[in-house]
């Protein structure tokens, strides 16, 4: 049977997993019941996320998320839209911990509109069921404006089905068709998904998506906090997709007060994403190299981006893993607002070194590094684990007896033996 919790009134008696929230500036502390915090938002990406939706025009209507978890995302959207909500979860501690959440956002962050939150509910009850949640809470001629979802899937796994999220994309869709304000572009829905989906389950989603809602504005969403990685993919759909712009890549700048980077364009989805044309190429001394976030190349919008930087013309050495790396022949302007932490390291090209790294040929490396005035150098390429912090501290060490004045960085050559020796500064 549903239960109606008003976040008014829930007490946290009970509650348990009670932990502060890094990345908000109200240091916020929210409750996590029965080990959900891996499964949470965090709190500056909820935020960012919401004062995104807030340039869409969203009908009137029920906000509505119908698998809240811990209810921070949805809090979110309340907060910036200044709507009523309506969370639903099947795990009855975890819709507690959600009413509780949301009383302590609201409370915290200093908002006077008691109606918002007398009127915002959380239920105890199965989210694929929309007839039965607006008959609980005698909505029935109200429409739902907006409509969030992020499924649980499989814990440590690399790769799942759809079939495996819960709830079900299609039952979810089955469930609130009816009851979705549908636009001349579709319904308002945001799937918060695994950035682990393959480019061909990207593709069934939306061929999903088609079967109930056809002809629907779709822009894919990759969102990063930075470190080369995608924290969070999503498809936001008719009313807020973007026209014209199938993908958009955020990053999530480690600073709470700044807002996020975001980057338009690219191509719809395909069933095997070409990565980027990556031609045999040798490295010149004078030109630059650069290493790109490996997020925003998967994003797929590397390119869209690279456009916009007047480096003149660029090649991709190397396109997939940790480590993007472009050639190209005039410098990156670090200072650049388009700059946004996107590259991890450029450098002019100054040598190129024919030897094998390894520990017995670290002094050769050092003695290049010092006819080169450099002073700190860091290596970034792929290394035995064992050896890499082994030759850093070795170059630390030899480099710290002398009077160089250059920064720079060592990378190995994608299409060859070689070593680039490459100057910051």
């Known amino acids: 049977m ?8 829930e007490s946290s008696d009970g509650l348990f997993e009670n932990n502060p929230d890094k990345t908000s500036i109200e ?31 969203l009908p009137e209507g029920i906000i509505l998320d119908c698998a809240c978890g811990s209810g921070i995302q949805i809090a979110a959207y309340s907060e910036i839209l200044k709507r009523s909500i309506v969370g639903v979860e099947l795990n009855q501690n975890r819709a507690r911990a959600s009413a509780v959440n ?25 989210g694929r069921d929309g007839s039965a949640i607006k008959a609980l809470l005698n909505l029935k001629n109200e429409p739902v404006a907006f409509l969030h979802l992020d499924p649980a899937r499989p814990r440590n796994s690399r790769a799942h089905a759809l079939s495996e999220m819960e709830p079900r994309l299609d039952e979810v869709f089955a469930g609130w068709k009816p009851h979705l304000k549908c636009g001349e572009t579709g319904p ?9 989906l393959s480019s061909t389950q990207m593709l069934e989603v939306e061929d999903l998506v088609e079967k109930y809602w056809p002809k629907t504005s779709k822009t894919w969403t990759w969102t990063s906090r930075g470190g080369g990685r995608i924290d969070r993919l999503a498809l936001w759909l008719g009313a807020i997709a973007e026209p014209n712009s199938p993908r958009r890549f955020v990053r ?15 191509k719809s989805i395909t069933e095997q994403e070409s990565g980027l044309n990556k031609p045999y190429v040798q490295p010149q ?9 490996a997020a925003l190349v998967e994003s797929g919008l590397a390119d869209d981006w690279l456009s916009t930087m007047s480096i003149g013309t660029y090649v991709w050495a190397e396109s997939k893993g940790r480590r993007p790396i472009i050639y190209h022949q005039n410098a990156i302007e670090a200072t650049s607002s388009k700059y946004a932490n996107l590259v991890v390291a450029t450098g002019r090209i100054v040598d190129l070194i024919n030897t094998e790294l390894v520990i017995e040929s670290a002094d050769k490396f050092v003695d290049i590094f010092l006819h080169h005035d450099i002073a700190k150098l860091t290596i970034r390429a792929s290394l035995d684990p064992s050896h890499q912090p082994k030759l850093q501290g070795s170059f630390d060490r030899q480099l710290a007896k002398r009077h160089g004045s250059k920064k720079a960085f060592l990378l190995q050559n994608p299409n060859g033996e070689n070593y680039l020796l490459c100057v910051t500064n």
Do not use: C
């Open 285 to 293: 001394r004078g030109n630059y190299a650069s290493i790109i976030d």
């Open 27 to 57: 240091q916020f502390r929210f409750f996590h019941a029965d080990e959900g915090k891996p499964l949470a938002t965090p709190w500056q990406v909820a935020l960012s996320r919401a004062i995104m939706l807030r340039e869409y025009q």
């Open 188 to 196: 308002a829905i945001l799937l918060d998904l695994s950035p682990r």
């Open 252 to 266: 999530i700048p480690p600073e709470p007060t700044t807002p996020p980077f975001i980057l338009l364009g690219g």
């Open 2 to 9: 549903p239960q109606i919790i008003n976040p008014l009134s």
């Open 102 to 126: 949301f009383r302590t956002i609201f409370t915290e962050r200093g908002d006077d509109d008691i109606d918002r939150l007398k009127n915002s509910v959380f239920i105890v009850g199965d």
